[in-house]
């Protein structure tokens, strides 16, 4: 009996440590009106944690829905799921949030 109660719980311990998939985010941005200039830098934050960041490559234009366009990607950790992200654009928290939902999915967030 000992032998598959310390297998259960190793088993247990390596299903915790499985990392969550982050979430991808594409859209357009703007400052006061205007599309955000490349080189603006778009940061994903959970809590109070950056967990992740792009620089724009295009003015207003972040990411994009083909299969190898780069995206925002979100990486959480363990109990980030449900939690808001903030997103700080040029360093300015921006006006609109999203939830953290680990799956491999692209929504495009404008702001």
């Keep these: 009996m000992g032998l598959p109660l310390i297998l259960l719980v190793a088993l ?8 969550l ?8 941005v703007t400052i ?7 080189g603006t830098i778009i940061t994903a934050r959970i809590r109070d944690r950056d967990c992740g960041s792009l620089t724009l490559d295009t003015a207003g234009v ?3 829905t083909d299969l190898f366009d ?18 700080l654009v040029g360093g300015v928290r921006a006006p609109k ?5 680990p799956e491999p999915r692209p929504p495009s967030i404008s702001w």
């Design 70 to 87: 780069r995206r925002l990607i979100v990486s959480g950790e363990d109990g980030d799921a449900g939690k808001e992200i903030i997103f």
């Design 21 to 28: 998939l982050p979430a991808e985010f594409s859209g357009t």
């Design 97 to 101: 949030t999203s939830v953290y939902t």
């Design 62 to 64: 972040y990411g994009g």
């Design 32 to 38: 006061n009106r205007s599309p955000a200039p490349a």
């Design 12 to 19: 247990i311990g390596i299903a915790s440590a499985v990392p």
